[in-house]
């Protein structure tokens, strides 16, 4: 046997650097930590990823460690054997980044079928060429592709410059894969399930888009005898707007029912957590619209991870996460009785706001030529800078200044969409006279002090439809908002 050997203290160095770098979120660029590791300055403004600047410096030093007879990591004494791991990995990673782009795009094509994965057995053979055992390599492609799914799925449904989007794609990176890699892969990536996330904002806002987007990122293991992972991305997020239904279905939709439950129950049904993959995700929409009785059947799920088909007495397991969404205040409701706390503290493992399009165009005002953009895109199929200008000045005609968007994206989506087929849009939101007599009456002293602060937070309330919003703009407590809203409309 061969002795092994040690890396010298700069490669060890650079590899250390390395690892800090590539095993943190991608959504945080930290220009100073990848200046550290390459050695000079970087342009913060490329269009390419910060990682890309790597590459040439980690070649470099690989092509040293070869020269060397370092080639793998059986070579180097058990105190490198890690750090020359995590650099053969985001090695192998960034050759076939391209590959996994076209494999993303080519299952969202073919649907439900596993797309069989042409590069699996040259990715398999470099990692194992580098001292990985079969196991470890096909656990690592595995981790490769939902890596690459992950970055896919939040950059491209989640686009916008604005500081509170690039916070909201840091957070939902940091639900799929916790805030340092690292922790996921020695000792999380097969216990992900009891992690659960609670997604609160308005209507409109993309809370759906936000919840596909980690639904769609989880890991799927590698199928070596078939070739392809086994299971489509497509088919691991499942999704229920509770709304949608009364208390007496709701059980049924989400957990099941066999033959004869029920009046008209004339056939076995899977529920949505028997239909919800091992792989897969959860999303239960609008859950402050929950009842009670409800709550205490999902917190059971939750918590025991099992569950029972109407009707039957067999259980189940359930090893899917859990994503949840509201547009309501929970704390209102946990402080009414109508949510309960400990199903609240079970949901909340993370808690992930997804804000509102007021606040997008209040930090970044450029983002709604850019959303614009990107839904005619998505409308079109094609980019045209000239639809857009056209549809940016009927904006600014048809609307006032700094309008609310009381509707969020979608309302948004729908705009482009009249405005195409009608060249104008307008909003359905008008302050009556009578909403505005109040402003009449201000000129004659003929208000008090508490009741024209009243219906001003009214009427602040009926532009941006949250406490919390209005409570920003008057630098007041929500609860004294709510107070004065309340007065206005007893």
């Given amino acids: 046997m061969s002795k092994q050997k040690k890396l010298d203290s700069e490669t060890r160095q650079f590899f250390k650097l390395l690892a800090d770098v590539i095993f943190s979120n991608p959504f945080s660029f930290d220009k100073k930590m990848i200046e550290d590791v390459i050695g000079r300055t970087i342009d913060e403004q490329s269009d390419e990823h910060h990682y890309l600047a790597l590459m040439p410096f980690l070649k470099m030093h690989l092509d040293k460690l070869d020269a060397q007879g370092i080639n793998s990591i059986a070579t180097v004494n058990v105190k490198d054997k890690v ?52 196991e470890d ?56 399930e009891d992690f659960s996330t609670l997604l609160l904002g308005e209507t409109g806002t993309g809370k759906g888009t936000a919840a596909a987007a980690i639904g769609r990122s989880g890991l799927i293991p590698f199928d070596i005898k078939k070739g392809c992972f086994s299971t489509s991305f497509t088919e691991t997020f499942v999704a229920i ?67 029972t088909p109407v009707g039957s007495h067999e259980s189940h397991r359930f090893e899917g996460r859990v994503i949840a969404a509201t547009n309501q205040s929970l704390d209102d409701l946990r402080q009414q009785g109508l949510f309960r706390d400990d199903f609240y503290y079970r949901l909340s493992s993370d808690v992930i706001e997804v804000p509102t399009l007021r606040q997008r165009l209040r930090e970044t005002p450029s983002e709604l030529c850019q959303l614009v953009d990107l839904l005619l895109l998505r409308l079109t199929g ?45 909003t359905a939101i008008n302050i009556s006279e009578e909403e505005n007599d109040w402003l009449s009456q201000v ?22 439809g949250t406490y919390e919003e209005v409570s920003e703009i008057t630098d007041m407590d929500r609860r004294t908002v709510k107070k004065y809203i309340e007065m206005v409309n007893k």
């Avoid at 639900?175 to 000792?187: G, M």
């Avoid at 980019?383 to 509707?407: F, H």
């Avoid at 309302?411 to 195409?420: H, P, T």
């Avoid at 000129?443 to 941006?464: K, R």
Wanted: charged residues 25%.
């Fill in 83 to 134: 750090l020359l791991e995590y650099a053969y990995r985001f090695e192998v990673y960034h050759e076939y980044v391209d590959e996994f782009e076209e494999l993303i795009k080519r299952q969202l094509a073919q649907g439900s079928e596993p797309v069989t994965v042409w590069f699996a057995k040259p990715l398999i053979k470099q990692l194992i060429n580098r001292g990985l055992s079969e």
């Fill in 137 to 192: 390599a096909l656990r690592n492609l595995a981790l490769f592709y939902q890596l690459r799914r992950a970055y896919y799925f939040i950059e491209q449904s989640l686009s916008g410059n604005a500081p509170c989007m690039q916070h909201l794609r840091h957070s939902l990176w940091n639900h799929v894969f916790t805030y340092d890699v690292r922790l996921y892969v020695d000792h999380l990536w097969d216990r992900m």
């Fill in 241 to 307: 707007n509770l709304s949608e239904f009364s208390e007496n279905l709701i059980e049924s939709e989400l957990f099941g029912h066999r033959k004869g439950a029920f009046t008209g129950a004339i056939d076995h049904y899977k529920g949505l957590f028997e239909r919800c993959s091992k792989n897969g995700s959860l999303f239960l929409d609008e859950i402050g619209d929950v009842a009670v009785p409800i709550q205490i059947k999902l917190l059971n799920v939750l918590q025991d991870r099992y569950f």
């Fill in 382 to 426: 094609k980019r045209s800078d000239s639809l857009t200008n056209k549809i940016m000045d009927s904006l600014s005609l048809n609307l006032p200044k700094d309008y609310a968007w009381p509707g969020n994206v979608r309302e948004l989506e729908q705009a482009v969409r009249s405005i195409i087929l009608s060249g104008e849009y307008k």
């Fill in 443 to 464: 000129p004659c002293g003929q208000i008090t002090a508490q009741d024209l602060l009243a219906h001003y937070c009214n009427m602040l309330y009926s532009q941006t």
